[in-house]
């Protein structure tokens, strides 16, 4: 098993599903990184200091991304639990003034 490329592979794959926010695929990869995580602990691996350089920045890089996601994750729940609660929406006139925005029902009409 050449364990540098399979971990390279695996932060690779980590990086383009975190930048496009497939976060379904990660748990996916989490198990694949938890099957190398065993085999580390058993094994040791014959892997360059250059690697294990290179490796530990594509991990830390990947570390912000999560720590990104995570944040607008949260900034959107609180976006949404906001405007859920709110009595009602608004907007602003191009004075500048704030005003309700109404919330008269919606009704659709079909012509057949």
Same mark, same amino acid.
């Given at each position: ?12 794959? %980590?990086?383009?599903?975190? /930048? ?6 990660? =748990? *996916? +990869? $989490? ?18 200091? %250059?690697?294990?350089?290179? /490796? ?6 990947? =570390? *912000? +991304? $999560? ?33 309700? +925005? ?11």
């Amino acid at each position: 098993m050449n364990v540098f490329k399979e971990l390279e592979d695996i932060l690779r794959q %980590e990086q383009e599903l975190l /930048l496009s926010g497939d976060f379904q695929m990660l =748990e *996916a +990869l $989490l198990k694949r990184k938890a099957k190398l995580a065993d085999w580390l602990s058993t094994h040791r691996p014959d892997v360059t200091v %250059e690697e294990t350089r290179e /490796l530990k920045e594509k991990a830390h890089r990947n =570390e *912000a +991304l $999560l720590d990104a996601a995570r944040r607008g994750l949260k900034a959107a729940m609180a976006q949404l639990k906001q405007v859920s609660k709110a009595d009602c929406q608004t907007t602003y006139s191009s004075s500048g003034e704030r005003r309700p +925005l109404s919330r008269a029902p919606v009704s659709i009409t079909q012509k057949i």
